[in-house]
């Protein structure tokens, strides 16, 4: 197939990625899981995210800081992939985290993260889905609610035993 015709082929479309990212302290099958950022350090944590990401012009229409993961609905930039762009946040943020004392100890992200693309027609129920995370983690656990989605669509997990 000839696809010279779309090239150059601009669009008012945005591409939307959910992202999630585990802190360290998170460990799947521990039902008493460590917590890491507080809602004292979630409020300066989600504004450096927004700020570092447009700073590499990336735009997040909304992130939600947990205690033991984070959340983001992103509009993915051309010019990063999503594995550039998790190394860049990630390692940017446990600088400037550690830097500012915002938790005790030494922060870290655990080493994955998880990256779904999200249709224009999904983009304000997943940024709801995001808004009401505190609500939402009061009925379930992150862990419970990631175990079930990667049953329920037949993903498979790599923790560390699977590596």
Known sequence: ????????????????????????????????????????????????????????????????????????L??????????????LVKGSSSHWINSHDIVTGKFAWGRGYGAFSVSQSNVNRVARYIADQEEHHRVRTFAEELREFIDRHGLRWKDEESR
């Open 1 to 72: 197939m000839d696809i010279s015709r779309f090239n150059g082929l601009r669009s008012d479309r945005h591409v939307y990625a959910f992202l999630f990212s585990l802190l360290d302290s998170l460990d799947l099958g521990n039902s008493g899981l460590g917590k890491s950022l507080n809602k004292t350090a979630a409020k300066p944590v989600s504004r450096y995210l927004h700020e570092y990401a447009e700073s590499k012009s990336v735009y997040i229409k909304i992130n939600y800081v947990n205690a033991d993961h984070v959340h983001a």
């Open 74 to 87: 992103v509009d993915l930039s051309t010019a990063l992939s999503i594995e550039e762009l998790m190394q």
